[in-house]
């Protein structure tokens, strides 16, 4: 069964500040990996996926990277601002599902 | 272009009744997940959907159905409501169901059993 574990579990840094986001998973046979972004109340906003085949993603300030062999991915949030703040989702595909991580919650202070 | 739209956004029953959610995917999806979102369970998924058929199921007792039509709206049913069925329950689609394939997801719609 897969498990995606996400550290830490929350965040405060102050605006400006980049954000490193970790998100670990214990299967790697997966097809992609997506970030999520999840505001209060909210469905989630897809962030970047990466295909299993490929290392990195950017688009922005974001840039996350896999590294399928270790288990591991990060985002990375370039200059961070307070609009950034929100709780930050992995997920990695399987043939059919995602499985979530918990989440980092990201607070930006101004 | 429009996204998914879930219906209703909030919803508040009575233990032991049943409901039924709404889905209506990006046009031109065909695949329709669903996830019940808990603050103790985190996000689990429940079902997908492609071209009417449930091609997967996650680990949720009967009482817990879906269909999709065949425009690729999708619904979802809880019958003999408990008070663990509270949740925010998502509904995500995506063009096919390759892994190459982003999910996108809808607001999602808010159940409280009470």
């Known amino acids: 069964k897969q498990e995606v574990t996400q550290i830490p579990a929350a965040l405060s840094v102050p605006e400006g500040e980049n954000l490193v986001l970790n998100c670990s998973f214990t299967d790697s046979a997966i097809y992609n990996l997506q970030w999520f972004r999840q505001d209060p109340g909210k469905g989630l906003t897809s962030l970047l996926l990466i295909q299993s085949s490929q290392r990195e993603q950017t688009s922005g300030r974001l840039n996350a990277s896999l590294d399928k062999s270790s288990g591991r991915s990060t985002l990375y949030i370039a200059a961070s601002q307070p609009g950034d703040s929100a709780t930050y989702l992995c997920a990695v595909r399987d043939d059919y599902k995602l499985s979530f991580g918990a989440g980092t919650t990201v607070t930006v202070r101004a | 272009k429009a996204g998914v739209t879930q219906t209703p956004r909030y919803l508040i029953k009575t233990r032991g009744q049943q409901v039924t959610l709404s889905c209506s995917p990006i046009s031109g999806h065909r695949s329709v997940s669903w996830y019940q979102q808990t603050p103790g369970q985190g996000l689990q998924f429940l079902f997908e959907y492609f071209s009417e058929t449930q091609r997967n199921k996650g680990n949720f007792p009967g009482r817990f159905s879906g269909r999709q039509f065949s425009n690729s709206r999708s619904e979802m049913n809880v019958s003999t409501l408990e008070l663990g069925d509270s949740a925010l329950y998502l509904c995500?689609?995506?063009?096919?169901?390759?892994?190459?394939?982003?999910?996108?997801f809808g607001a999602g719609t808010r159940l409280s059993v009470l």
């Open positions: 995500a689609s995506s063009l096919g169901t390759t892994g190459g394939n982003i999910q996108y």
